[in-house]
C-alpha cells in the first residue's frame, strides 16, 4: 500500500498541482472582492482543496491514455515502468473525482457545473491532442474552469461579467501559453505518436511563436503591474516590484532554456511562470498576497527537484 501510495504521488506530479491552485485561487479571491458580505472558511478551504489536486488526480487518466507516447517522452513514469498498477490507480482517481463532485454540488451550482465542464474539456483535450492550436485552446478553456470553480464558493454569486472577464483575460492566455511551450519536450515522442502538435509539425516556427508570445505576455503582465505600482503606496509599490522583477526573471530563464533545448529545466520554469502570472490575480485584491506566490515558488522548486530524471 505505502509503495503504491508512494508512485501515485509521484505520478500526479505535485508541482503541477500549483497551476490549478493558482487558477482556482485566483477564482476564490475574485467572489470574495466583488461579493464581500462572506468571510473566508471551509467552502473556500475545500474548493482551494480540490482545485489543487484536481491537476494530479487528473493525470493519473491522462498517464494510462497517453502510454504510448510516454513510452517514448517519458519512459520512466510509473504506469509506463509498471510500478504503478493502472487498474487500482484509475479507481482511486475515480473515486477522488466522486468525492470531488459531491463537495462541488454541495457547494453550488456554478462549482459543480465548472467542476463537470473542466472535466469535459480536459477528455475532449485528450482526443483533440492531434489537432495543432486547437489542443491549446481546448486546453486553456479546461484550466480556465478551474477559476470559475473559484468563483461558485460565494454563496450569492450573481454572473457578472466583470469577475468572469477579470479571471479568463488572465487564466485563459496564460494556461494555454503554457500548454504550447510543454510541447517542445515531447517532440521525439508526439512525433512517434502521431501526433500532430504546432512543434511537430513547425519545430522552428513554433519556437520563436512561443518565445514571443510568452515575452509578449509577461510585458503585458508587467505593463499592468506598473501601473498598480504606481498608484500604490511605497511598501505596496515595492511589493509589485518584487512580483514583476519574479515574473521577468523567469520568463527570461525559461526562453533560455527552450532556446538552448534544456528541456527538463524548461518544464519546471515553464509551470513557475504560469503560477507566477495568475498570481497576478489575487495582487490585483491584496499585496499581502506576495507572500503565497513566493511561497508557491519555492514549494515548485524543490518539488521539482523529486524529478532530477527528464524521462519522468
Known amino acids: 500500500m505505502i509503495r503504491f501510495l508512494y508512485f501515485y504521488l509521484r505520478s500526479m506530479r505535485l508541482y503541477y498541482c500549483f497551476v490549478t491552485g493558482a487558477a482556482t485561487l485566483a477564482g476564490v479571491v475574485t ?11 471551509l467552502r473556500d478551504a ?14 493519473i487518466f491522462s498517464d494510462w491514455y497517453d502510454c504510448k507516447e510516454d ?24 473515486a477522488l473525482m ?3 463532485a459531491v463537495t462541488a454540488w ?4 456554478l462549482s459543480f457545473k465548472a467542476l463537470i465542464v473542466g472535466g469535459l474539456l480536459n477528455i ?22 478551474c477559476s470559475i470553480f473559484g468563483l461558485g464558493v460565494s454563496p450569492d454569486i450573481e454572473i457578472k461579467s466583470l469577475a468572469f472577464l477579470l479571471i479568463l ?12 511551450n510543454s510541447y517542445f519536450k515531447d517532440i521525439e515522442g508526439d512525433r512517434a505518436a502521431g501526433l500532430k502538435t504546432l512543434p511537430v509539425l513547425f519545430p522552428r516556427f513554433s519556437l520563436w511563436l512561443g518565445m514571443i508570445l510568452t515575452a509578449g505576455w509577461t510585458l503585458y503582465i508587467t505593463h499592468n503591474g506598473l501601473l498598480c505600482s504606481s498608484l500604490s503606496v511605497r511598501l505596496e509599490g515595492f511589493s509589485w516590484l ?45 499585496l499581502y498576497w506576495l507572500a503565497g506566490a513566493l511561497v508557491s515558488f519555492l514549494l515548485i522548486h524543490f518539488l521539482y527537484k523529486w524529478y532530477p530524471d527528464e524521462k519522468e
Open 31 to 41: 467572489a470574495h472582492a466583488y461579493f464581500s458580505s462572506f468571510a473566508w472558511g
Open 46 to 59: 475545500a474548493v482551494l482543496a480540490i482545485g489543487f489536486l484536481a491537476w494530479g488526480v487528473n493525470q
Open 71 to 94: 513510452a517514448v517522452n517519458a519512459p520512466h513514469r510509473p504506469m509506463v515502468t509498471g510500478e504503478l498498477a493502472p487498474r487500482p490507480a484509475l479507481c482511486l482517481s475515480g
Open 98 to 100: 466522486a468525492v470531488f
Open 106 to 109: 454541495l457547494i453550488s451550482p
Open 124 to 145: 475532449l483535450y485528450s482526443l483533440l491532442k492531434k489537432i495543432p492550436v486547437v489542443n491549446t485552446l481546448v486546453y486553456g478553456a479546461a484550466m480556465a474552469c
Open 169 to 180: 483575460l488572465v487564466t485563459f492566455p496564460s494556461h494555454v501559453l503554457m500548454c504550447h
Open 242 to 286: 518584487v512580483y514583476l522583477f519574479l515574473v521577468l526573471w523567469l520568463t527570461a530563464r525559461l526562453l533560455y532554456c527552450l532556446w538552448k533545448k534544456k528541456y527538463h529545466n524548461a518544464t519546471g520554469l515553464n509551470c513557475q511562470l504560469c503560477v507566477m502570472w495568475l498570481w497576478f490575480i489575487p495582487m490585483i485584491f491584496s
